[in-house]
């Protein structure tokens, strides 16, 4: 089973940019479709993005309406590392992200412990 650890949270400025990282214990996640959640208290978690491998090293993304253009997710598959970075970030980002990792049945599991992220106004 696939372990994810998710680093780089913290306390930015509203405008301001993070990137953050999960690392993955296998290196056969380079063929599994790996996404970023968050989650905001009092609300449900919600769907940032994701990268799927489509063949060779082509991978798709494929990012939530509401950070297009915002945010990048990539993977670094030497390192069986995910990214996430984030440009241009609204206080309404502020959430626990969490990384994860596409099973069988198409749901995501294998959650990370989740990084912080807080945006001041």
């Known amino acids: 089973q696939v372990q994810l650890v998710e680093s780089g949270g913290g306390l930015v400025q509203a405008g301001g940019s993070l990137r953050l990282s999960c690392a993955a214990s296998?290196?056969?996640?380079?063929?599994?479709?790996m996404a970023w959640f968050r989650q905001a208290p009092g609300k449900e978690r919600e769907f940032v993005g994701s990268?799927?491998?489509?063949?060779?090293?082509?991978?798709?993304?494929d990012y939530a309406d509401s950070v297009k253009g915002r945010v990048t997710i990539w993977r670094n598959n030497a390192k069986s590392t995910l990214w996430l970075q984030m440009n241009s970030l609204k206080p309404e980002a502020s959430a626990t992200y969490y990384c994860?990792?596409?099973?069988?049945?198409?749901?995501?599991?294998?959650w990370g412990q989740g990084a912080q992220v807080t945006v001041s106004s």
């Open positions: 994860a990792v596409r099973l069988g049945g198409g749901i995501y599991g294998n």
């Open positions: 296998e290196r056969t996640f380079s063929r599994s479709t």
């Open positions: 990268t799927t491998w489509i063949r060779d090293n082509s991978y798709y993304a």
